[in-house]
């Protein structure tokens, strides 16, 4: 996390309650835990410890105040949504105002998605890392397509601080678990000219696809068979990821008749 002095001033009439607070705990990345504020008189700075939530805390991170820092207290001066900081300085009769652009570092990790429905590629998901109102994350890309793994990159930057930011790289592998639709599944009549069966073509089925490639239809009994009297046709069709689906449609041979 970050914070930028943004000016000294004056101390104001209530100097006094400030300064009764000689350190603070607060939330101030946003994770849920605690985190301690340690002016430091001697040194004209102040320390943050970030929590863990077991009673410890973190190594500090100081940042530099006026002369003899001795209170502090917090609220969101600029109505960003995080608590910043403001310290009184015995020294020089100042308050030091510290805005928090908290940047919170990332964990990624490779990822295996499947595709979006519908589409040949997935929406990559933003890390799960709690970040502060005032971040913007992004990835770039933000979507990937089904093939090979993909590197992409998140990046978490301060809305008022566009140098603090907090970058991640990872792969992303895009899988298709789509299978083909087949349409043309028509049913039908035909006559044959015994009372066994007779030799039937009909229509190849078509399919499509949510991804580019080859499709391969198969039908049993294929097209130009002798089908018996009342025949159901399967037919399969499957892309190039090796996604399949199945449908069927009945060819009713009619025997013949003498009138």
């Known amino acids: 996390m970050k914070w930028s002095v943004q000016r000294s001033v004056p101390k104001p009439l209530l100097q006094r309650e400030i300064t009764q607070l000689l350190s603070l705990l607060e939330t101030f990345n946003h994770d849920g835990n605690l985190d301690l504020a340690v002016p430091n008189i001697l040194d004209d700075t102040v320390s943050v410890l970030l929590g863990d939530g077991a009673g410890s805390f973190g190594t500090q991170t100081t940042f530099v105040t006026e002369n003899s820092p001795?209170?502090?207290t917090t609220g969101d001066f600029n109505h960003d949504?995080?608590?910043d900081l403001a310290i009184t300085n015995i020294g020089d009769d100042t308050i030091s105002v510290l805005l928090n652009s908290c940047v919170n570092p990332f964990i990624c990790s490779d990822l295996t998605l499947e595709n979006d429905p519908g589409t040949c590629e997935a929406t990559v998901p933003l890390p799960t890392?709690?970040?502060c109102p005032n971040v913007t994350t992004v990835c770039n890309p933000d979507t990937v397509q089904v093939g090979p793994p993909t590197p992409v990159t998140c990046t978490a930057t301060s809305d008022i601080d566009p140098t603090n930011s907090e970058a991640c790289t990872f792969t992303v592998t895009v899988k298709d678990i789509e299978p083909?639709?087949?349409s043309g599944l028509n049913d039908t009549e035909?006559?044959?000219?015994n009372d066994i069966g007779t030799i039937v073509t009909?229509?190849?089925p078509t399919a499509t696809d949510n991804c580019p490639g080859t499709i391969t239809i198969t039908?049993?009994?294929p097209s130009g068979s002798f089908l018996p009297i009342g025949t159901t046709v399967t037919c399969t069709a499957t892309d190039s990821n090796g996604n399949s689906s199945t449908g069927t449609f009945t060819i009713m041979v009619i025997p013949f008749q003498e009138e």
């Open 70 to 72: 001795n209170g502090i």
């Open 190 to 193: 035909i006559t044959a000219d």
């Open 129 to 131: 890392t709690t970040q």
């Open 219 to 221: 039908c049993t009994p």
């Open 202 to 204: 009909y229509p190849d």
């Open 180 to 182: 083909p639709v087949l």
């Open 81 to 83: 949504g995080a608590l």
